[in-house]
């Protein structure tokens, strides 16, 4: 109690607020009380249980109903709002059959049931059935082989037990990547289709009660999901690059290289346990097994099953809801808030609890707008459509408007689905400090510490080693993550290089409900955020991402927070390319002394690796003295005193470099295979989908093996390193002028 205390203390001694004079915080600190004052938690009740009272899928009529609802509601605050409509392919189930044909009979159910504590699980004549979006057509029988998460690693125990899964269709539990990336490998390895089935051990009863006793996966329970190719890139797949505007050229659906060639489709485990029974061949690994009551076999066979997909591959109407408040002095520079608002069903959690709390947040900042304040910048609040797809509302809004975004946009704050628990935020690394000051300044709702607090606690006590848990407590602000993909952003940041946050809430209200009928006003009400505290809680975290970056004088980017970040992901590249010359070393010296075999059960089949090439060194002088030049700089900029109440005269001038100094981050030819992806130092991993990899074009190709394009992406991140230095030492000569 008594650390807490003196915690609490010098927090308020000290508080500051980056990028405002102290006059200027002063107001804002006033601003954001008032703020707070308005919030009311049932708004956020009220909105949810309208726009998730029907399905409100892409192209569904209640999703159009509810964009005409939000921009209705944000006129009604005064905003100038507008639904700007893209025509874009949503495929939609026909046909969808899954059947054993031996060794004995049994027809996949594919169906979640209503339930009568459930009250909107009964509308099926407007649900999407269960399926996997972008699956192609496909028509296919085979044998069926168990390839746990079927990620990379997989494969390779699977070419250890001499099992091919050729001409075969694999089952892969959901879980250890982005579900896209299931097929996508199964497909490189010659499968001919895919079915993804939720384990009990990932969200069923291994982890509580089911659904309608606990929150989690019952026996029919099934994941909805795209499995498009979004690494590649994401949106309308026949529009990349621009707006899918009525009358955009648009490709021919099979020269979209981000559609797989093999169907897919996501399962129950009601549905998966007959399968997964019947297989023969070898016992898994041990790490393979899930909680299903039964011994898992990889197969081949003698399971056959017969998987026939049919879809409709209609254009549909995409609405973006895009509300504006001008800024008082420089209308020009824009703050954009954004949550989608389509779901896969009814999406009480996933999009709606975030998207309640942005409206709330545009509610309250109207009302501020009446009692006389202005905000100093633009502010954009945007409600997506076409997120579940392929994040294609804010793709392709942000497609069609690239140039103006790229002038205009100073940041980028997103969310998503929001729960209880502790603050999550991912993000440009030139945003931490203010996240910092942020989470400092919003008060958790169950125990009263700071929200930075409590997340910190979190931290430290979930850190493996002492050492974590030591830099967890020692550091001052939020370690922010960064972004690989999943959510709206990823067009901003890693298309247009605009600095972007995602925020929210979790980790105390975990289910099983996520892309299924059960994701329901009734189960959030029962186990996420009954009262909407964490609503609230987020409201005024991103509130005042939003108002503090519309309000400061000098915008609060923090050059010192990306480089020590920065420094970091370059050691490990280095590192990691040490480590991988070793185990090539050590496992070469291995395959040729025949410890592989020698360690083996020679009862069962087994077939050792192939050596491996040598590691070669790669000269990482140019990024190693980019990322030097930085630091030095960066030094400097974190001395300079940044806000001051005299000389405005280069004030228009300093913001644009600070906030366009993102941009040096991307390239024009993007990352190789991918150019979609234009950041050099955040990126979605090539076979992770979610999952973000730094440095990314170095990163993948030391994992991949490919050392002379290491090579090349090493001089490309230093060329943007060095360009991101210059737009610094732009800044510090301004602010030594002032
Ligand atoms: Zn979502």
Same mark, same amino acid.
């Given at each position: 109690?008594?650390?807490?205390?003196?915690?609490?203390?010098?927090?308020?001694?000290?508080?500051?607020?980056?990028?405002?004079?102290?006059?200027?915080?002063?107001?804002?600190?006033?601003?954001?009380?008032?703020?707070?004052?308005?919030?009311?938690?049932?708004?956020?009740?009220?909105?949810?249980?309208?726009?998730?009272?029907?399905?409100?899928?892409?192209?569904?009529?209640?999703?159009?109903?509810?964009?005409?609802?939000?921009?209705?509601?944000?006129?009604?605050?005064?905003?100038?709002?507008?639904?700007?409509?893209?025509?874009?392919?949503?495929?939609?189930?026909?046909?969808?059959?899954?059947?054993?044909?031996?060794?004995?009979?049994?027809?996949?159910?594919?169906?979640?049931?209503?339930?009568?504590?459930?009250?909107?699980?009964?509308?099926?004549?407007?649900?999407?059935?269960?399926?996997?979006?972008?699956?192609?057509?496909?028509?296919?029988?085979?044998?069926?082989?168990?390839?746990?998460?079927?990620?990379?690693?997989?494969?390779?125990?699977?070419?250890?037990?001499?099992?091919?899964?050729?001409?075969?269709?694999?089952?892969?539990?959901?879980?250890?990547?982005?579900?896209?990336?299931?097929?996508?490998?199964?497909?490189?390895?010659?499968?001919?289709?895919?079915?993804?089935?939720?384990?009990?051990?990932?969200?069923?009863?291994?982890?509580?009660?089911?659904?309608?006793?606990?929150?989690?996966?019952?026996?029919?329970?099934?994941?909805?999901?795209?499995?498009?190719?979004?690494?590649?890139?994401?949106?309308?797949?026949?529009?990349?690059?621009?707006?899918?505007?009525?009358?955009?050229?648009?490709?021919?659906?099979?020269?979209?290289?981000?559609?797989?060639?093999?169907?897919?489709?996501?399962?129950?485990?009601?549905?998966?346990?007959?399968?997964?029974?019947?297989?023969?061949?070898?016992?898994?690994?041990?790490?393979?097994?899930?909680?299903?009551?039964?011994?898992?076999?990889?197969?081949?066979?003698?399971?056959?099953?017969?998987?026939?997909?049919?879809?409709?591959?209609?254009?549909?109407?995409?609405?973006?809801?895009?509300?504006?408040?001008?800024?008082?002095?420089?209308?020009?520079?824009?703050?954009?808030?954004?949550?989608?608002?389509?779901?896969?069903?009814?999406?009480?959690?996933?999009? /709606? +609890?975030? $998207?309640? %709390?942005?409206?709330?947040?545009?509610?309250? #900042?109207?009302? &501020?707008?009446?009692?006389?304040?202005?905000?100093?910048?633009?502010?954009?609040?945007?409600?997506?459509?076409?997120?579940?797809?392929?994040?294609?509302?804010?793709?392709?809004?942000?497609?069609?408007?690239?140039?103006?975004?790229?002038?205009?946009?100073?940041?980028?704050?997103?969310?998503?689905?929001?729960?209880?628990?502790?603050?999550?935020?991912?993000?440009?690394?030139?945003?931490?400090?203010?996240?910092?000051?942020?989470?400092?300044?919003?008060?958790?709702?169950?125990?009263?510490?700071?929200?930075?607090?409590?997340?910190?606690?979190?931290?430290?006590?979930?850190?493996?080693?002492?050492?974590?848990?030591?830099?967890?407590?020692?550091?001052?602000?939020?370690? /922010? +993550?960064? $972004?690989? %993909?999943?959510?709206?952003?990823?067009?901003? #940041?890693?298309? &247009?290089?605009?600095?972007?946050?995602?925020?929210?809430?979790?980790?105390?209200?975990?289910?099983?409900?996520?892309?299924?009928?059960?994701?329901?006003?009734?189960?959030?009400?029962?186990?996420?955020?009954?009262?909407?505290?964490?609503?609230?809680?987020?409201?005024?975290?991103?509130?005042?991402?939003?108002?503090?970056?519309?309000?400061?004088?000098?915008?609060?980017?923090?050059?010192?927070?990306?480089?020590?970040?920065?420094?970091?992901?370059?050691?490990?590249?280095?590192?990691?390319?040490?480590?991988?010359?070793?185990?090539?070393?050590?496992?070469?010296?291995?395959?040729?002394?025949?410890?592989?075999?020698?360690?083996?059960?020679?009862?069962?089949?087994?077939?050792?690796?192939?050596?491996?090439?040598?590691?070669?060194?790669?000269?990482?002088?140019?990024?190693?003295?980019?990322?030097?030049?930085?630091?030095?700089?960066?030094?400097?900029?974190?001395?300079?005193?940044?806000?001051?109440?005299?000389?405005?005269?280069?004030?228009?001038?300093?913001?644009?470099?600070?906030?366009?100094?993102?941009?040096?981050?991307?390239?024009?030819?993007?990352?190789?295979?991918?150019?979609?992806?234009?950041?050099?130092?955040?990126?979605?991993?090539?076979?992770?989908?979610?999952?973000?990899?730094?440095?990314?074009?170095?990163?993948?190709?030391?994992?991949?093996?490919?050392?002379?394009?290491?090579?090349?992406?090493?001089?490309?991140?230093?060329?943007?390193?060095?360009?991101?230095?210059?737009?610094?030492?732009?800044?510090?000569?301004?602010?030594?002028?002032?």
């Amino acid at each position: 109690m008594m650390a807490l205390t003196i915690v609490t203390l010098s927090y308020s001694q000290q508080k500051t607020l980056t990028g405002f004079s102290k006059e200027g915080a002063e107001a804002e600190f006033k601003l954001e009380e008032n703020f707070d004052r308005l919030l009311t938690p049932g708004n956020l009740d009220q909105w949810m249980k309208r726009l998730s009272a029907r399905p409100h899928h892409l192209g569904s009529a209640y999703g159009k109903s509810n964009a005409e609802y939000l921009r209705d509601l944000f006129n009604s605050w005064g905003y100038d709002t507008q639904i700007e409509t893209y025509k874009v392919l949503f495929p939609t189930p026909k046909i969808r059959i899954l059947e054993m044909t031996a060794p004995t009979k049994y027809v996949a159910r594919l169906a979640e049931p209503p339930l009568k504590e459930d009250a909107t699980s009964g509308q099926t004549s407007e649900q999407l059935p269960v399926y996997n979006a972008w699956s192609p057509d496909g028509d296919v029988t085979a044998e069926v082989v168990f390839v746990n998460y079927g990620i990379p690693d997989d494969y390779e125990q699977l070419e250890r037990l001499g099992i091919d899964v050729k001409g075969k269709i694999v089952i892969a539990k959901y879980g250890a990547s982005w579900r896209g990336i299931k097929p996508k490998v199964a497909q490189e390895h010659g499968a001919v289709g895919c079915i993804i089935y939720s384990d009990p051990e990932g969200d069923g009863y291994f982890k509580g009660d089911v659904y309608p006793k606990g929150a989690f996966k019952n026996k029919w329970g099934a994941q909805r999901g795209s499995v498009q190719d979004m690494p590649i890139y994401p949106g309308d797949p026949l529009t990349p690059n621009i707006g899918a505007t009525e009358d955009a050229k648009r490709l021919d659906r099979s020269e979209a290289a981000n559609l797989l060639k093999i169907p897919v489709l996501p399962i129950s485990y009601g549905d998966a346990q007959p399968l997964l029974e019947a297989l023969g061949g070898p016992v898994v690994p041990e790490k393979w097994r899930g909680a299903l009551p039964i011994t898992y076999h990889i197969g081949p066979g003698p399971v056959k099953v017969h998987l026939k997909l049919q879809f409709d591959w209609k254009l549909v109407d995409c609405y973006d809801v895009i509300a504006r408040l001008k800024g008082s002095e420089f209308p020009d520079e824009w703050v954009v808030r954004g949550n989608h608002h389509d779901a896969w069903v009814n999406g009480a959690s996933d999009p /709606i +609890s975030g $998207l309640v %709390s942005e409206l709330e947040e545009a509610r309250s #900042i109207a009302m &501020l707008v009446k009692d006389g304040w202005k905000p100093k910048r633009t502010i954009l609040f945007c409600a997506w459509d076409g997120e579940e797809p392929s994040l294609i509302g804010s793709t392709e809004w942000v497609e069609q408007h690239a140039t103006e975004l790229q002038q205009k946009v100073v940041a980028y704050i997103n969310s998503d689905g929001n729960g209880r628990g502790f603050v999550d935020v991912g993000g440009s690394h030139t945003l931490e400090t203010m996240v910092g000051e942020i989470t400092r300044d919003v008060i958790d709702p169950q125990t009263g510490v700071s929200v930075l607090e409590r997340k910190k606690s979190a931290d430290a006590v979930h850190s493996s080693t002492s050492k974590e848990k030591k830099e967890v407590l020692a550091k001052k602000n939020l370690t /922010i +993550s960064a $972004l690989g %993909s999943g959510s709206d952003y990823t067009p901003f #940041i890693q298309h &247009l290089g605009i600095a972007s946050l995602s925020i929210g809430y979790g980790g105390e209200s975990d289910g099983g409900e996520y892309h299924s009928i059960y994701d329901s006003y009734d189960h959030f009400k029962r186990f996420k955020d009954p009262q909407f505290e964490y609503g609230i809680a987020l409201t005024k975290t991103a509130g005042r991402a939003t108002l503090r970056l519309a309000n400061a004088e000098v915008l609060p980017f923090d050059f010192k927070t990306f480089q020590t970040t920065l420094s970091k992901y370059l050691t490990e590249v280095i590192t990691l390319l040490d480590n991988v010359r070793e185990s090539t070393e050590i496992e070469n010296q291995m395959i040729r002394e025949r410890r592989y075999s020698l360690a083996a059960d020679p009862a069962q089949k087994y077939i050792p690796p192939a050596a491996k090439d040598a590691v070669p060194y790669l000269n990482f002088g140019n990024l190693q003295n980019a990322v030097a030049r930085l630091e030095r700089s960066a030094t400097v900029f974190n001395e300079l005193p940044a806000t001051g109440s005299q000389a405005n005269t280069h004030l228009s001038q300093l913001n644009q470099l600070l906030y366009q100094a993102e941009r040096k981050l991307i390239t024009e030819s993007g990352l190789p295979r991918r150019p979609w992806y234009k950041h050099t130092i955040y990126a979605p991993g090539f076979y992770t989908g979610y999952g973000v990899k730094t440095l990314p074009g170095i990163r993948e190709a030391i994992e991949q093996r490919n050392w002379k394009e290491a090579q090349e992406q090493i001089e490309i991140a230093s060329q943007a390193i060095e360009d991101f230095n210059r737009q610094v030492e732009g800044v510090n000569k301004i602010l030594l002028l002032r």
